[in-house]
């Protein structure tokens, strides 16, 4: 009994592994800064699909952060990934850091 308990526990840990990483990936967004409001703490960004989002097309959009010191680590024309989520007020970028 304590084989299958053993046993279970570790499939059970693989496939949270396997499925939280491909979470993850799937939730970054590649895009590109096109402006900065840091005094509204808000960003314009020009990306792809974002699945993660439930959009499915390429398009233009005003984040919110979640964080204004998100806005210090990029500058327009910067390539980015990055994470949103999506809350009462609409979007929010909640990670973002340029592109390799």
């Known amino acids: 009994m304590k084989g299958i308990t053993t046993t279970a526990g570790a499939v059970t840990l693989a496939l949270a592994l396997t499925f939280g990483a491909a979470f993850a990936q799937a939730a970054d967004i590649n895009g590109e800064v096109k402006k900065i409001d840091e005094s509204a703490g808000k960003i ?11 959009m499915e097309q390429p ?27 999506e809350g009462d007020g609409g979007y929010t970028v909640t990670a973002i850091q340029k592109a390799k």
Do not use: C, N
């Open 44 to 54: 314009t960004l020009k990306h792809g699909p974002a699945k993660s989002l439930g």
């Open 59 to 85: 398009m233009t959009m005003i984040y919110r952060v979640k964080d204004p010191a998100l806005l210090k680590q990029v500058k327009v024309g910067d390539k980015v990934r990055f994470e949103a989520q």
